[in-house]
Every structure is written in structure tokens, then in C-alpha cells.
């Protein structure tokens, strides 16, 4: 497993691929990566304090776990969010645009019957 230490080169590395589909959450890519996300708890032992929530990026590659990375702080949290939702917009994109192209064929196809 790669030793990546910040956020930004991991996201950096995750740029470079090609997303063409989401399903509950887990981007996948022409590659043949997913890339999902999980949320973990963390309690305090201070009174009052409330838990914090770390995000935690998962990464497989043709259903193998080769990656995954812990947000330690607001800042990689927001970055890992904001990068997901980016991702997760283009790759909805791609399905749509895709879905679209086979509906334009099936119809040209039909209409020549």
C-alpha cells in the first residue's frame, strides 16, 4: 500500500481516473476502481465535548481493497466532501449521457425496423 501523506496528493492521484458510474454511494471508473466513503464515530472522554465524525475514503480495484484514507482534520474533511460530490455529479453525468446515446440508438434501430 502506497504511503500518501496529505489529502491533497490522494485526491490528486483519484483525479486522474475516469468516473463513469455511481450505485449507493461507491464511484466506479473506467479504470476499474471504486472509490466509496464510510463515516466513523469518535467519542470523547471530555464532559460535554461532542464526538467528531472522520470520513474515511475506501478504495478497491476490481473488488480489492488497495487503499483507504482517514480525514484528520476539518479541512481534509471538507476537501474529501467536496471532491465526492464533484465525482459523484460526473459520474452521474456519464450514465446520463450514456443512458441517452443507447435510448437515441434503440429508437434509430426501431424506427429502421
Not at 500500500?1 to 449507493?24: E, F, P, R, S
Not at 475514503?57 to 467536496?82: S, Y
Request: with cysteine; charged share 25%; glycine share 6%.
Amino acid at each position: 500500500m502506497t504511503n500518501i501523506t496529505n489529502v491533497g496528493v490522494l485526491l490528486a492521484k483519484l483525479d486522474k481516473l475516469t468516473y463513469i458510474g455511481i450505485k449507493k454511494d461507491v464511484l466506479k471508473t473506467k479504470e476499474g476502481f471504486e472509490i466509496s466513503y464510510s463515516t466513523k464515530l469518535h467519542h470523547t472522554k471530555s464532559a460535554g465535548k461532542f464526538p467528531s465524525i472522520q470520513i474515511v475514503l475506501n478504495i478497491r480495484f476490481n473488488g480489492q481493497h488497495v487503499q483507504h484514507w482517514g480525514c484528520i482534520d476539518e479541512d481534509d474533511t471538507r476537501a474529501v466532501v467536496d471532491w465526492f460530490l464533484i465525482k459523484d455529479r460526473d459520474a452521474s453525468d456519464f450514465e446520463y449521457d450514456l443512458e441517452s446515446l443507447h435510448k437515441k440508438a434503440g429508437q434509430t434501430a426501431f424506427n429502421k425496423l
